[in-house]
């Protein structure tokens, strides 16, 4: 599975706020101090498992041996549910902040795990902010 760039991702949210694909909406929270991502109320993914990351800039290795300790920050890229997590690099012993990693997918309204045995690759971009530096066009 590829992930796409931004240019698509930005022109959808320009025009659709946080509204998932179909008229959906659905919620997503961080919960019990970081301890949970919860999508529509339902706890669905915790900390303490592992990650494996290619996260550049994370930490030194090719791909980082991420233990979630704290859920930051969550939202959604297009279908994707992506969350901002913290945690430590089991390998290099790194501590630190992830930007965006895909945990989840909306599919038809519903909350489809992604395989968090393989290989993550953290997303470039914010979900609910415009990115660093970038000016919001709105027009028309
Ligand atoms: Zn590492």
């Known amino acids: 599975m590829s992930w796409t760039p931004s240019r698509f991702v930005d022109a959808v949210r320009a025009e659709g706020d946080r509204h998932v694909a179909g008229n959906m909406t659905t919620r997503l929270r961080v919960l019990d ?13 915790s900390v303490s498992e592992l990650w494996r990351l290619d996260a550049p800039g994370f930490c030194e290795c090719d791909i980082a041996d991420l233990v979630v300790e704290n859920f930051l920050n969550v939202g959604v890229d297009g279908r994707t549910v992506t969350a901002r997590v913290y945690g430590q690099c089991i390998v290099c012993g790194t501590k630190s902040t992830v930007e965006w990693v895909p945990v989840g997918r909306i599919l038809n309204g519903e909350f489809a795990a992604v395989d968090r045995d393989g290989v993550l690759s953290v997303r470039p971009n914010a979900p609910d902010e415009p990115a660093a530096g970038e000016p919001e066009t709105t027009s028309g």
Request: charged letters at 40%; aromatic letters at 8%; glycine letters at 8%.
């Open 33 to 45: 101090d970081g301890a949970w991502l919860s999508v529509d109320d339902t706890r669905r993914v």
